[in-house]
């Protein structure tokens, strides 16, 4: 959900990447990984509502 506000608010995908590789710091490299795999499918979905 967050992701798909991030991306109605203007934000690219590139900055939404940028976000979840600094937050690994923080959550570590488990949740990293989780989620940008999440991004990536918001990030297909939402390609194939544009198509």
Known sequence: MTIKNGLAAGATKREIAEVIWQMSMFGGLPAMQKALEIAQ???????????
Do not use: G, L, P
């Not at 499918?41 to 198509?51: G, L, N, P």
């Open 41 to 51: 499918s918001v990030f297909a979905e939402t390609e194939e509502k544009d198509a």
